[in-house]
């Protein structure tokens, strides 16, 4: 058996296929299109999914960087944004399970970014193609900005409070999407992921590696809310968590996040401490704090999933990878 790779051209959208060239019957296979597939979250999902032989995989990106992906999936490259291009791909790919998971976040303020209204829409337009073309399960990328900062511990029967319009978005689109899909006998689920880190990491201002980027350049750094308390989530623990998600039919919203309240200024330190450059770190005299920690509860005992991974593990595999890169 081989792989032989040809080109399709459909309209404006791009799809670069594994053929499988092999003798014998041939299985039907469940088709999962995942959109934002280049991304942090996406490419290490990618990855995880091609190991299960029961799916065809098709991963979607916007075609501005190169990406390379297990020989076994189809890449198809897009923009989105553009009249039709939604309706182009699903009606290329007629997946069984979509995995929306792009959103723009390049901007560095990108929370209150006029953007989000463009991808809120976008959203709904993947979702009324799909379902149109007989998919049978959504799975969206919602994220803890839908909860605001106001609890402190987040679980997914308490009342949404966005403070932010990337917030709002998210949270406006997936009351949509369980009505539309409750009405067409669809499976909708909305992964709310809180804060994800790792390699391949490489958003305009995120933290984690800005502080990196910073330290290996010898400059210093100013951590500006030492004491917020966030829950992060290293990358392949997220990816899992979601492959189990997936497997076990879920329907519904679901936190994947640690459950575990860190400090800023702790991260910090740790990282600082890990690439021994404690004299490059600073805190702002904030004092002011906001929280925003996952109850963990349904995804521990639903799903049967605990995160791996420990902060200064992911820590270290997430420096490893910057230094590589240089």
């Excluded at 291009?85 to 009606?91: S, T």
């Excluded at 953007?115 to 007989?134: A, D, M, P, R, T």
């Excluded at 899909?181 to 992921?193: D, V």
Aim: charged share 25%; net charge neutral; with cysteine.
């Amino acid at each position: 058996m081989y792989y032989a790779l040809h080109l399709i051209q459909v309209n404006e959208i791009r799809l670069i296929s594994p053929r499988k060239v092999e003798s014998g019957d041939y299985v039907s296979k469940t088709k999962i299109l995942i959109t934002g597939a280049g991304g942090l979250i996406g490419s290490e999902l990618v990855r995880q999914l091609s190991i299960n032989n029961h799916f065809e995989l098709y991963a979607l990106t916007s075609g501005y960087r190169q990406r390379n992906f297990p020989g076994n999936v189809h890449h198809i490259t897009a923009d989105l944004l553009r009249n039709g291009q939604c309706r182009q791909m699903i009606e290329t790919v007629e997946p069984d399970i979509l995995i929306h998971l792009a959103w723009d976040l390049s901007d560095e303020k990108f929370i209150n970014a006029l953007q989000n209204l463009l991808w809120q829409e976008v959203s709904l337009q993947l979702l009324y193609n799909f379902i149109e073309h007989g998919g049978t399960k959504f799975v969206f990328a919602g994220s803890s900005a839908e909860y605001g900062t106001m609890y402190r511990q987040c679980s997914e029967n308490l009342l949404l409070k966005p403070e932010n319009l990337y917030g709002r978005c998210k949270s406006s689109f997936e009351e949509t999407a369980v009505n539309a899909c409750k009405e067409r006998n669809l499976s909708f689920t909305s992964i709310r992921y809180f804060p994800v880190y790792g390699e391949k990491d490489i958003r305009k201002k995120a933290a984690i590696p800005e502080s990196i980027r910073s330290f290996m350049a010898g400059k210093p750094f100013l951590c500006k809310a030492p004491e917020n308390v966030w829950d992060f989530i290293y990358v392949e623990d997220a990816a899992e968590a979601t492959v189990k998600i997936l497997e076990s039919g879920f329907t519904g919203s679901i936190n994947v996040a640690n459950g575990i309240p860190l400090r800023m200024r702790d991260v910090f330190h740790e990282i600082a401490a890990q690439m021994d450059c404690e004299e490059l770190l600073a805190f702002s005299k904030n004092r002011q704090s906001e929280s925003l920690v996952a109850d963990t509860s349904l995804l521990q005992n639903q799903i049967g999933f605990l995160c791996r991974i420990s902060l200064r593990e992911g820590l270290r595999r997430t420096i490893k990878w910057w230094k590589a890169k240089g």
